[in-house]
């Protein structure tokens, strides 16, 4: 279905290729995934695809793609619009209409088919993807998941072949991933639909693919079966580092088959006392949060949100899209002002607190790390934040070099990948040497190694007796790093407590490890290694 | 089903308001049709993103005043008349002649321009009433076939400006957290850098999308649904054309046709 002949890309001004010489052919109906390090090439491997790359993006193409014997050298991306469905990261900008029914029909307005055709395949997509009951809704008001599901079936008006999607569920709740994978998981099977997916969660995703292209950079590229690659790879999902762990001979992809392979594990580690969680024995309040309620208009976003962070806590707020997360940590940084209730970030009010004041008290990363930095290059960024924080020239760079060595001073921030930008943003705001780090979906379109910088960064904030808030969607990330859980839906607490309390609670939001393990309450593979160093 | 009024309609409306308050000259009529174009806002615009663009339109409106009425108190050809105060006068090159810049102030030249300023901030303020109440995408979806392709451009750009909006407001908030509490022009240099970047990759994203889509490759264009234009719409449009034959105070009267022409919310409930 697609084939990719002996095809080399390099951009203008870059001296590095970003493939070279690949050549690889995927079978109708194959569910493709694409891996790898973030800033490596996936994206325009993906988009090579379908032609964007080099006919929108530019670039020197050597060798040729061809999707169902059509060369995208000769066609431009329009004239496979046919053929190749293409779902980008965000959802959001590429829609062109606002009502559900309009979009899904704008690809078949362009290629000009007959409205009866049209309205045919608008209700199939609409009953395929269960939105039907969407169909008058205005776009902008639906869920994540919701919003992802009309991306998916506006490509999929145009009845095409290939479908490629973009980290399509970095920005979704697991609940909402589950949905939209499983979605693809079906087209495949029941339209061989040949799908093409770049995605960084694995554990999400590396069920349902058939190959792997693992993309490592400097032109190197791996294919192979899921097994073969996991095998040796870097990036690996937390099952295959357990496999890893335990020295097992194969891998395994899914929590069904390494249940299998660990119960000898299982019944090792059932002899031992169950680990005993982390306690933060710290009585020390820096966030008190007492009746909050806060509306938009007439919707309530928060209900009566009462609790209290320590110092030394790291703190995960987790919930689906639109359940209040960023409203509550935007009201306990002070940009929102609450209705009733009262916040108090170490006795004062956060809403009133001004420059310098604000900066030694709570430090605040926006979903867009890019927000925060308005540099010409890093030094210049760094400089600035010497200067609004009043530290000694230089520290915010010497903090920024200890958190990820190796970025050049020179370089202009929105050169650096997304994973060095949030090291940058967290070295400016650190600089100010904040009581409390507050952090609104830090790791979306964060690769593994980048992640796990964050957790050792979070960690050495909470170790120095301060403490962090962080809101995510990302179960793992939390089960590395967070001390404790608070769970919103609607506006209000559900649960709070220990990670391990409530991770464990509700399978959706267990992460791998636990539900491999279940029901003896290990999060990690770090977890299970110290268990088996102490066991007899 | 609830359907609200064909979004090419809003534009006529307003277009043909806007010449006919540019036609008539009045500071009255201008105010007055402004004040009833207003009020269609409140009563019809909708919860969109875009429903705020008439605000900005009128705060983009005074700027103009403001500026107009500055610029023709300090430059220009001086009017005779009743002297309020007198400038000193700058020393110009001899090659700059006929221009003059301060010198005495007559109360004409002031009132002329803030005459010209005002009709020109009605006029933006009149643009800003169609954009705050229809759809710019639908709007994309109703235009001919034939200036689609302008059409696009426009629409991308008209509804990336709510989004703009939205995302100063963001990054404002986030450079507050980083402690800057700066005003005036090194706050939006501090505002812009990151709003061009977001903004930019944006619209290369949609653009990229569209292109995905097929948008552009097909030279004819097929409709899904068309929107059809209702007996009522179109007499809209009529008598706001017509008002432009006789500017003076049928204008009011078009202004405010759709409050009384319009399909009431809840009968558009019921349809």
Known sequence: MITFSNVSLIYPNSTQAVVENLSFTIAEGEFVLVMGPTGVGKSSLLRLINGLVPHHTGGILAGDVSVDGISTRNVKPGGLAHLVGFVGQNPLNGFVTDIVEEELAFGMETLNLAPDVMRKRVEEVLDLLSLAHLRQRSIATLSGGEQQRVAIGSALVMHPKVLVLDEPTSALDPIAAEEVLSILHRLVHDLSLTVVIAEHKLERVIQFADRVIYILGNGLVHIGTPAEILKTSQIAPPIVHLARALNLPDVALTVRDMRRMSAPLRDRLSKIPQPIPPVVNSTEGIVHVAGVWLAYGNKSALRDISLTIHRGE????????????????????????????????????????????????????????????????????????????????????????????????????????????????????????????????????????????????????????????????????????ATRVIFIADGEIVADGSTVDVLLSSPAFAPQVAKVMSPAPYLTVKDIVDAMRNSP | ??????????????????????????????????????????????????????????????????????????????IPGQTLFTLPILPLPSWMAGIRIGGPVTLERVTATAHEGLIMAAIIALLGAAASLSSPHRLLRSLPVMVYEFGVAVVIATSILPQLVASIARIHDAQKLRGQETRGFMKWRRIALPLLESSLSRSLDLAAAMDARGYGYSRKRSRYRPIPWSARELLICLIAILALAKPQYVLLGAALAPLFLAPSQREEVLR
């Not at chain 2, 969109?48 to 005043?65: E, N």
Request: hydrophobic share 45%; aromatic share 4%.
């Open chain 1, 314 to 481: 790291i703190v995960a707020v987790m919930g689906r899209n639109g359940a209040g997360k960023s409203s509550l940590l935007r009201s306990i940084v002070g940009v929102l002002e609450v209705e009733r209730g009262k916040i108090s970030l170490l006795g004062k009010d956060p809403h009133t607190l001004r420059g310098r004041e604000r900066t030694q008290l709570a430090g605040f990363i926006p979903q867009e790390p890019s927000d925060i930095l308005y540099g010409q290059s890093v030094s210049q960024e760094c400089a600035q934040a010497d200067r609004d924080n009043h530290v000694d020239p230089g520290e915010t760079l010497a903090l920024l070099q200890k958190l990820v060595p190796g970025i050049s001073p020179t370089t202009h921030p929105r050169d650096l990948s997304e994973g060095q930008r949030l090291a940058l943003a967290l070295s400016v705001v650190l600089s100010a040497h904040p009581e409390l780090l507050v952090l609104d979906e830090p790791t979306r379109g964060l690769d593994y190694s980048s992640k796990n910088s964050l957790t050792t960064i979070l960690k050495s904030v909470a170790s120095e007796n301060r403490a962090v808030i962080l809101a995510t969607h990302d179960v793992e990330l939390v089960a590395q790093v």
């Open chain 2, 1 to 78: 089903m609830h359907r609200s009024l064909h979004p090419l309609l809003w534009w006529i409306w307003a277009g043909s308001l806007a010449i006919g308050v540019a036609k008539a000259s009045s500071v009255l009529i201008a105010c007055a049709v402004v004040g009833a174009v207003a009020i269609v806002v409140y009563r019809k615009s909708e919860k969109t993103p875009w429903a705020a663009s008439f605000r900005w339109a009128l705060k983009v409106g005074l700027w103009v005043i403001a500026i107009r009425i500055s610029a023709g108190v300090l430059i220009g050809v001086p």
